[in-house]
């Protein structure tokens, strides 16, 4: 497969061994819509277009961070393209995890519940009215899943978490 020239930034996550961080906010940019183009930015443009990845396989080490949800193992009918796109994600990274472990590569889920994000603009709503129409859940910053993650890189290569659900200790979800 002719690989794609990488960016700096991608560049840097490989030099630290990082392949990919993918972005949950990017995977269902128009739910509900009956869309191919939803997955564009979403799992199938992952597996398209590994990149770094390649070169991880290669030289025998790195990590790849998919963050999910925890919306891959609990479906919401009001979130019907969301949660089928994490479903997506959970499967990518156990499949790909399977492919690559033995090549020292490894492949994490972190499947976090809510996080503090700009997705209510989106819908036009304060973040205040976004959390009132959740039932008014606890929410991690962003900065408090970033340590969960460098938590896991941190671990030696030899370990791996395969998959991690991070909540609020007071969520339902």
């Known amino acids: 497969m002719p690989q794609r020239p990488i960016s700096r930034a991608q560049a840097a996550l490989l ?14 940019a128009n739910e509900g819509a009956a869309d191919p183009g939803v997955f564009e930015t979403g799992p199938y443009a992952f597996s398209d277009e590994l ?6 396989s290669a030289r025998g080490s790195g990590t790849i961070f998919n963050i999910s949800s925890v919306s891959d193992r609990k479906t919401a009918p009001v979130a019907v393209t969301y949660t089928a796109t994490k479903y997506a994600v959970r499967a990518l990274s156990e499949s790909l995890r399977e492919a690559e472990g033995k090549n020292g590569v490894r492949v994490i889920n972190v ?4 996080v503090r ?6 819908m036009g709503i304060s973040f205040d009215e976004y959390r009132k129409a959740l039932g008014n ?5 962003a900065e408090e899943l970033a ?6 890189w941190k671990l ?4 791996c978490i395969r998959d991690i659900v991070v909540t609020p200790t007071r969520t339902t979800f």
């Open 15 to 28: 030099v630290a061994g990082v392949a990919l961080l993918l972005d949950p906010s990017r995977l269902s």
């Open 51 to 56: 990149g770094g990845f390649h070169i991880l």
């Open 111 to 114: 499947a976090p519940g809510y």
């Open 117 to 122: 994000t700009n997705i209510h603009a989106g």
């Open 137 to 141: 859940p606890d929410f991690l910053s």
């Open 147 to 152: 340590d969960v993650v460098l938590y896991c």
């Open 156 to 159: 030696p290569p030899h370990i």
